[in-house]
């Protein structure tokens, strides 16, 4: 989708209700809430019905969207405020953390779908591809439904962060023994590598009707090898965000588990330092903004 400028990016927010209007009812000011990847959606599609908002051929996304009511496209949450439709706003549980509870919007939600649906439990082996913003928020979850969890990461220096965040095995994917070791193994993979990669190495490790789900979008295309999946009726899926429903879920889910991302707390006159560290894989694991700061930048008058 190409970028509308000027943009105001930012779909993982968090606050308090400051204002509703007067057909709201299921929130009042001073609410904790919060708002995701998208803010409106025909509600009548087969897919809004199904709860799969995400999926609606008439989304609105939080930012960069046609905006149906005022014109333009819609501005998300790198602001003091966002104007949000009631049935597109989420509960975030008191007991969290706000800056970490907001990347649950879109990393948590992203990596705790695919895993849901997968029939990730205790007893079942699941691998974690990738250990950055949304790795380390699947590696989490895994450990919480009660996994077996292993993570592969092409950086041996992760690997103590892995076991803090709840892995109970990590496996340096360029060394092919280590990986040849799980050969056949696996109930579940969460790719979460935007890197090239070679997805048949990974594809190789599942056991019989074992699944790998993408979340992470390598730019080029990635070239799997048939006899994979045949052997074994092995699959490779896809996977993006979750319905409103179900976010609500992994918010509940998280708040009874005490689950939130790790984050850096910056201020936005900071954005593009973050940005650039970012681009390095420098932070752990994801930043959040404070956006009383912005309330500071001198900026605003110039
Ligand atoms: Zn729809």
């Known amino acids: 989708m190409p970028a509308v400028y000027p943009i105001v990016p930012g779909h993982e927010i968090v606050g308090r209700v400051a204002k509703v209007g007067s057909a709201v009812t299921n929130y009042k000011p001073g609410d904790l809430a919060a708002v995701g990847c998208m803010v409106d959606s025909d509600g009548t599609c087969p897919h809004c019905k199904d709860g799969l908002e995400q999926f609606c051929p008439n989304l609105t996304l939080t930012f960069n969207s ?48 695919p895993k849901r649906r997968s029939g990730v439990t205790k007893g079942k082996k699941v691998g974690v591809v990738g250990l950055g913003g949304l790795g380390h928020m699947g590696v989490k979850f895994a450990h919480v439904l009660g996994a077996h969890v292993v993570v592969f990461t092409t950086s041996p220096g992760k690997k103590e962060d892995a076991l803090r965040l709840g892995a109970d095995e990590v496996v340096v994917s360029r060394n092919t023994d280590e990986m040849q070791k799980h050969a056949g193994s696996f109930d579940f993979i969460l790719d979460a590598a935007s890197a090239d990669h070679d997805i048949n190495a990974y594809i190789n490790l599942l056991r019989r ?20 999946l045949i052997m074994g009726r092995r699959s490779l899926s896809g996977s993006n965000i979750g319905g409103i429903g179900e976010t609500q879920e992994m918010l509940d889910f998280c708040g009874a588990h005490n689950i939130t991302a790790d984050v850096e707390v910056v201020p936005i006159q900071k954005v593009n330092e973050a940005y650039e560290r970012l681009l390095k894989s420098d932070v752990k694991y994801r930043f959040s903004i404070d956006m009383s700061s912005l309330k500071s930048d001198d900026r605003r008058d110039a």
């Open 66 to 113: 046609p905006d149906k009511h005022l014109g333009g496209v819609t501005y998300g949450g790198y602001s003091d405020s966002v104007v949000v439709d009631e049935r597109f706003v989420l509960r975030v549980p008191s007991n969290l953390d706000l800056a970490g509870a907001a990347p649950l919007l879109c990393a948590g939600i992203t990596t705790y779908s």
């Open 209 to 228: 009707d074992g699944n790998i789900t993408l979340v992470g979008a390598p730019e080029k295309p990635l070239g799997v090898s048939a006899f994979g």
